[in-house]
């Protein structure tokens, strides 16, 4: 039993590249969000989904898609990567018992 | 508009004392807190809650106390061990939705030394 789990754990960009960030979960979970953290900074929620099929924007989209067409993945997507995307993202899932959020380890994205 | 606050970016402490991290709110709505656990290059791990109907909540080291009308709660880790050196972050579930987003503070950098 994983959990949650994120791939790459670490990526470069350079500016206008493209790349899709995999978060796969196997607690069967409906409920997944993506957050950002910059330096300093509280988690930043930027999409979720509350089931397969279901998406909606969080607090700061702009710049990222997501789609959710299983259950288990939840893979975030950057069309034209910009400096202002050099964060860390994390993946995370609760089951809806509970507001306890499982988060996956992270992915360290660098624009340059 | 920020709803969860944590006004101290960072805390230190010495090994064997009591570390409190505080964190206040401005939403009166706000019914259910938690508190997360983050070492470096790792994701946030759940570390206590407490519900609005509750002023205190404790496991093993750590009690969380919730002052309503003051809108504080505060973590205490009672006695504080070098492990414990982390980022801790508060957070509130958004009031008056069923998909369980959260709204996180800042973040408090915890030290316990040695």
């Known amino acids: 039993n994983a959990g949650v789990t994120q791939t790459p754990k670490f990526r470069i960009l350079k500016i206008g590249q493209s790349m899709t960030l995999q978060c796969t979960q196997d607690m069967n979970h409906n409920y997944m969000y993506w957050y950002r953290q910059d330096p300093g900074m509280g988690l930043k929620l930027i999409y979720y989904?509350?089931?397969?099929?279901?998406?909606d924007k969080g607090e700061v989209p702009n710049g990222y898609n997501v789609s959710r067409s299983t259950t288990e993945d939840f893979p975030l997507r950057l069309e034209l990567a910009a400096p202002s995307q050099t964060s860390v993202y994390f993946c995370?899932?609760?089951?809806?018992?509970?507001?306890?959020?499982?988060f996956g380890p992270g992915t360290r994205l660098t624009v340059t | 508009d920020q709803q969860v606050k944590q006004n101290s970016p960072s805390l230190s402490v010495q090994e064997g004392r009591i570390s409190i991290l505080n964190c206040d709110y401005t939403?009166?709505?706000?019914?259910?807190f938690l508190w997360y656990k983050k070492y470096p290059a790792e994701g946030p791990t759940f570390l206590i809650s407490i519900s609005s109907i509750k002023d205190k909540n404790e496991d093993g080291r750590f009690t969380v106390f919730l002052n309503k009308s003051a809108k504080h709660l505060s973590l205490h880790i009672v006695p504080s061990q070098p492990g414990d050196s982390a980022v801790y972050f508060c957070a509130a579930p958004r009031p008056g939705g069923s998909n369980y987003k959260l709204t996180f503070g800042k973040g408090t950098l915890l030290t316990v030394n040695p």
């Open positions: 995370a899932t609760v089951g809806g018992h509970s507001y306890e959020q499982y």
């Open positions: 989904s509350v089931g397969a099929g279901i998406t």
């Open positions: 939403n009166s709505m706000f019914d259910y």
